[in-house]
Nanobody, 119 residues
Framework: QVQLQESGPGLVKPSQTLSLVCTVSGESITGDYSGYAWIRQAPGKGLEWIGYIGGSGSSYYSPSFKTRTFLFRDTSKNEVTLRLESLTPEDAAVYYC???????????WGQGTQVTVSA
């Protein structure tokens, strides 16, 4: 059974950089059958794709995040990290890590981590 756990700071100041870690257990993040996506949900809004990193290590970024987002992984720790730069209050949301299949289905979700952006 695959389990995902997000972790990171709950409060970030405007203009700073957010780093969130998704720790995966139950399978290797280097498998070629899945990837790991970051998705967020702001208050009162729908789910918003940020990007994903595949089992090969290649990454995809949603156009609206492409210029300030980096995804990378630590295979020794089986972790995927989201780095989001130049935060504004509009980036406040619950951030989720999800296990992604090739048909774009999310099969497993982390519990989510709340991020607040405030001075």
């Amino acid at each position: 059974q695959v389990q995902l756990q997000e972790s990171g700071p709950g409060l970030v100041k405007p203009s700073q950089t957010l780093s969130l870690v998704c720790t995966v257990s139950g399978e290797s993040i280097t498998g070629d059958y899945s990837g790991y996506a970051w998705i967020r949900q702001a208050p009162g809004k729908g789910l918003e794709w940020i990007g994903y990193i595949g089992g090969s290590g290649s990454s995809y970024y949603s156009p609206s995040f492409k210029t300030r987002t980096f995804l990378f992984r630590d295979t020794s720790k089986n972790e995927v990290t989201l780095r989001l730069e130049s935060l504004t209050p509009e980036d406040a949301a619950v951030y989720y890590c999800g296990r992604l299949l090739s048909d774009w289905r999310i099969t497993d979700w982390g519990q989510g981590t709340q991020v607040t952006v405030s001075a």
